[in-house]
């Protein structure tokens, strides 16, 4: 039987799983009445229909802990306002630790819980054994119980949701798979479903494992793809206790879970398994699909589950569950206006925290996309942290068997990712290789973090104590501020504007009074509509109705959105990021160093503090400011990509008689 749709909405939510009813319900809570969700299926069809439905309170930030405690308060009143079971449990979680470097990470969040008042308790080994007495804690160091925490029914928390976004005046259609999103001039301006056109102001892309490809398709990245997700649920399991909490074992890899007197035993492992490696696409059709039986990748933590509770040596399996649940590259969800199409939003890339997160999620995504943008500190979570590459296949699938990992991993300060490096390599990559340069990555950019010393190995050793680094930053930092240090600034986003319009349009969306003035540089916030700042930057007027825009590496997909959306008709934004290297020549010796590269005037008179021009360096013509970001006398040196490495020699080459040295990003 076809179905009849509205011929037009107000906004229109692709996807029926738990965050596509959360946006869907608080959109309709906030005042927008006019709201449509699609589901190609069922309701929580694809990933929400199988997922462990965890629930926990502390997040890695305090917005995070502020979506995961919304989401968990929503859950316990919405079930009571629409007579609906979302099917808590609360029976608390325990995280163990077998190292003494993840009983210091755990000890780390019990004193994070404190500052978001979340009950925490820390509890040595002994007091495990005594209060869960089928664990085996010999190999403990001890553990931290959370009693709020626990897990919920995915499919009661997503038809709850449903139920109330229908109260509040959504309309929800199964069976109804979207064929096109339609877009003219840039802007959304409906949707095909089943043969027919809705137009609509808005769309939530909340399509889960889909939504890279359903991207693809209309020229946006949305950097996600599904890995292989595995978990087993036991025979029944005699006087096993039905408030047994959560048990997270972060060093095996493992949780478990009380289903209905059996054990649920999922696994967040090392190196993961991407999904439909033949096709690189997701079917259509999947929407109930699982994939076949994988002992043997699942064997190790089977027997790791084996040595935590030894009475599994006796228990059968009864279930073997192995679904797909997609990743983002950082384990972040992505979150969001797209930069691609005005008014399509995302909110998918949950990382296997959907049901825990789903709530506030909803919440964030309808604030967003009500407001035009979001007040919270949410860059995390803002899918315009990423670029177009990394929605890349190569890129993606190679990451998503990392990160799949880093859930469960330990989370270091400064910690690298191993998988897809090397994407963006400076022209002079192997000089500093070779001069002991330890790299990072910065928006794709691999960045010097630091230069070992005497011949030491350029790798991280990672801790929350010591860092192995510190000699080596001691010295650059040091010599920097007796001599030279040479940074490499190269991943700074770089834009300009060229238009009769450019100072005016800059003066609006500055905070700051922008000089039009050739050579004189601004540093400045820009703000949204609301006074909260959006991003800090430097402007300079590089010639006359001609300025550049420089602002940090990772916000560059943001920055450039935030100013484009803002800037007149006819005035074009032209990202040069990637057209330039930059030097940073910083130091007491940097003027004498400038001064024998080169035959300008360096003198204070004529080259004073925020300004800028083009010199001239082995008959290369660079545009060089008189900006530091170390409180030294220091220039930043603009070299065109193709120039880039013999100035980078040459500096070197001449730096020797002032002792420079390189330093990287820790220093």
Known sequence: MDKKYPSSTKVIVIGGGV??????????????????????DQLTSGTTWHAAGLVSQLGPS???????????????????????????????????????????ELKRQATTAQLYDIDLRILNKEEIKKNY???STEDIKGGVFMPGDGSADPSGVTHMLAKGARKGGAK????????????????????????????????????????????EKIGVSIPLYPAEHFYVITEPIEKLSPTLPVIRDFDSSVYFKEDAGKLLIGIFEGKSIPAFNKTNQVPENFSFGEFPENFE??????????????????????????????????????????????????????????IGSGGGVGKMTAEWLINGHINEDIFNYDIKRFQKFHSDVSFIKSRITESLGDLYG?????????????IKTLPHHNLLKGFGACFGVSAGYERPMWFSLDGEKTE???????????????????????????????PFSKFEIKSDQAHENLQKICT???????????YTHMLNEDGGIETDLTVVCIDHNHFRIISSAATRERDKFHIKKYLSDGVDLIDVTDDYCVFGVFGPKSRSLMQEISKEDFTNENFKFGYAKNIKIDNTKIWTQRLSYVGELGYELYVKISEALKIYELIIDKGKKFNLSNCGMHA
């Open 62 to 104: 305090a917005t995070v802990t502020k979506i995961r405690k919304y989401t968990l308060d929503l859950y316990k009143s919405l079930e009571k306002e629409v007579d609906h079971s979302a099917g808590l449990r609360l029976n608390g979680a325990l995280s163990i630790a077998q190292t003494d470097s993840r009983w210091q």
């Open 460 to 490: 991280y050793k990672y801790s929350y104590n010591y860092q192995n680094w510190y000699p080596a930053v001691e010295y650059e930092t040091s010599n920097t501020v007796s001599n030279i240090g040479l940074f490499d600034l190269t």
């Open 172 to 215: 929800i259609y199964e069976q109804s798979p979207v064929e096109t999103i339609l877009t003219k001039n840039g802007r959304v301006q409906g949707v095909k479903v089943n043969g027919q056109n809705i137009e609509c102001e808005h769309v939530v892309l909340a399509t889960g494992m889909w939504s890279r490809q359903i991207g």
């Open 410 to 422: 330990m989370h270091w300060p400064y910690k690298q990712h191993r998988t897809s490096r090397n």
């Open 512 to 522: 700051a009074n922008i000089k039009n003035e050739i050579g004189k540089c601004t």
């Open 19 to 40: 965050i596509g009813c959360s946006v869907a319900y608080h959109l309709t809570k906030f005042g927008w009445k006019d709201v449509v969700l699609l589901e190609r």
């Open 297 to 354: 990748h699942f064997q190790p933590y089977l027997e790791k589950s084996m040595k935590r509770f030894p009475l599994l040596e006796k228990i059968g399996i009864r279930k073997f569950f192995s679904g797909p649940e997609s990743f983002t590259p950082d384990t972040n969800s992505l979150l969001g206006e797209v930069p691609e199409i005005k008014n399509l939003f995302v909110s998918c890339g949950l990382n296997s925290i959907g």
């Open 133 to 135: 007495p089928m664990m």
